[in-house]
């Protein structure tokens, strides 16, 4: 009996050992593993094209304005801007003693720089920038009337219709504004403006009380602008965002580089030294 069971058992242990021998082992090599991989960031850069809402409605409900301004913005860098805005307005003033119109065009071209840190896939803008501003514009004297200190009877009006035409301005703007992505490539924004007029060719006899692009000049040379915009991107390229990895990997390139070249200018003043 007993040396029943020792067979069994030698006979178990042959097959055992034949079955580990011929079995394919599983190793993690044959494993497939997934890798996550995350798709890198990229900028959408192209032309934005809008138009101010607030001068185009504004033309509905005041009889006395007719206006439009389109806004135009190109990214350079993932940070700065090209800027453009032109327009044409038609003012009729009316005050105390005097009324006028205002009529001509402007341009204001200058630069936009985006402090916002987006999030991947946005593109929203809180910024800041300057401009460069010109208008060309004529002024209509329509009537006036005469200040008399102590006058008792009415004043007459006067309505001499005289206009003044080939006149200009320059001035500088600082803008601060912003822009959000309502959705897809569409945007809604709105900025303020600071500007100081630099110089205009008034008429002989009366003043530029109102210039198309800076607005009022009551105060001087100083003014303020508003504008609330819708706009469009027609995006023409993407770029990848390089993280930070990447872009301090680059700057130490960039200063191995230059201190090489320092190097090979030092020595080549040396040696001419010699």
């Not at 593109?123 to 401009?131: A, D, H, I, P």
């Amino acid at each position: 009996m007993s040396n029943s069971i020792s067979r069994l058992l030698m006979c178990l242990f042959v097959v055992g050992s034949a079955w580990g021998q011929t079995a394919t082992p599983v190793t993690k090599d044959s494993i497939p593993v997934k890798k996550d991989t995350l798709a890198p960031k990229k900028d959408k850069y192209g032309l934005r094209v809008g138009v101010d809402l607030f001068k185009l409605s504004r033309s509905f409900y005041d009889t006395n304005y007719r206006g439009v301004e389109l806004t135009g913005d190109f990214r350079l860098t993932r940070k700065h801007y090209l800027a453009v805005e032109l327009g044409n307005e038609k003012k009729t003033v009316q005050e105390d003693h005097f009324n006028f119109t205002t009529n001509g065009s402007f341009i204001r071209v200058g630069f936009d720089y985006n402090s916002y840190e987006n999030w991947t896939g946005m593109n929203n803008q809180v910024y800041t920038g300057l401009r460069y501003g010109f208008s060309s514009f004529s002024q209509t004297l329509n009537s006036y009337s005469i200040y008399y200190p102590n006058n008792l009877f009415p004043l007459p009006l006067i309505t001499p219709n005289t206009e003044f035409s080939g006149l200009t301005a320059h001035w500088a703007e600082v803008v601060a504004g912003v822009k959000a992505e309502l959705f897809s490539n569409f945007f809604m924004g709105f900025s303020f403006r600071l500007n100081y007029l630099i110089s205009e060719k008034t008429p002989a006899t009366f003043a530029n009380l109102y210039i198309p692009g800076f607005n009022r000049t009551y105060e001087g040379r100083f003014g303020v602008g508003f504008n609330y915009t819708i706009s469009y991107l027609v995006p023409l390229f993407k770029v990848t965002v390089k993280d930070a990895a990447t872009l301090e990997k680059e700057r130490k390139a960039k200063e191995a580089a230059k201190a090489k070249k320092m190097e090979a200018k030092l020595a080549r003043e040396a040696k001419k030294k010699r």
